[in-house]
């Protein structure tokens, strides 16, 4: 493989555990050892051609976030193998996302704008696209192996792991957020919303998956915001874009992305770690 070649798939001597849209996950009895490969999606299809550099940006991000935030929560990591590979806990997963929102977007604003609650959260009226809320909310969603996830509300997810445990998990998810709201801030970066996961061993609560990267969070430009309008994300804009104006039909097989596209996206990996963990990549 020659410097610069994204890393499609691994293929190591452990059983496999699970092959994601973008981590290859291997089954080492109690612990997992997880890739994070450079492939990447669409509009829930993994295009053929892998980001240089993606998987790397993801893992180095993550294992800052789990650091800066273990005073909070315990989570799954065990060590770092490599710039895309780390070793961790194997967890029994709770099979929910829980999408912590500062900002009425994506989904979110989709079912305001029709009139309905988000989640089951009724928020105040005359809100715009991208506006900044009072007060960041959880909204959970299943946890789909294909196609979309499905929004749930906080009683739904009560009745799945019980009071005392989502009680748990909320507190974990607002006080990661706000601690990771307030450094993006101070570095010229919103976190509009991002996806947290947590899985249980022995009956005590983890975090796990992956955290607060461009391929669970929105990340916005802090100097581009404009309540009202799309916003410019620090993830896969350009690759999303390119397949919007060559109209594809999001269905599989998904199009070859052209070079331009595949460097601009690797250098918005690349930057929102440099911006969000102060260290050159």
């Known amino acids: ?46 295009l053929p051609n892998g980001i240089p550099r993606k998987g790397e940006a993801l893992t180095r991000l993550s294992t800052h976030w789990f650091q800066q935030t273990k005073d909070t929560i315990q989570n799954h990591m065990i060590k770092t193998v490599d710039p895309r590979t780390v070793l961790v806990k194997k967890a029994k997963l709770i099979p929910i996302e829980f999408v912590v929102r500062g900002y009425l977007y994506g989904s979110a604003w989709e079912d305001y704008n029709q009139g309905k609650p988000v989640c089951g959260i009724i928020l105040q009226k005359g809100l715009k696209k991208a506006e900044k809320l009072d007060h960041p909310i959880l909204t959970p969603t299943t946890k789909a192996e294909k196609g979309h996830d499905m929004g749930v509300t906080q009683r739904d997810v009560e009745r799945k792991v019980g009071k005392a445990m989502f009680r748990e998990i909320e507190e974990a998810c607002m006080k990661i957020y706000a601690k990771a709201s307030k450094h993006a801030e101070e570095n010229g970066i919103i976190v509009a919303d991002t996806k947290l996961e947590f899985g249980t061993i022995n009956e005590e609560l983890i975090l796990i998956d992956e955290l607060l990267t461009p391929d669970s969070s929105r990340f916005w430009s802090l100097d581009g915001y404009k309540t009202g309008e799309d916003q410019f994300s620090f993830d896969k804009q350009y690759v999303r874009d390119y397949l919007l104006s060559i109209k594809w039909n999001k269905q599989p097989p998904a199009p070859m992305l052209p070079p331009d596209v595949i460097a601009e996206t690797s250098k918005k990996y690349i930057e929102a770690f440099e911006r969000l963990t102060g260290r050159k990549f």
Not at 6 to 21: A, N, Q
């Open 1 to 46: 493989m020659t410097v610069g070649e994204p890393v499609i798939e691994s293929h190591l001597r452990y059983p496999v555990f699970k092959r994601g849209k973008v981590r290859d996950i291997y089954d080492l009895g109690d612990q997992l050892l997880i890739v994070s490969t450079d492939r990447i999606s669409a509009f829930d299809v993994v």
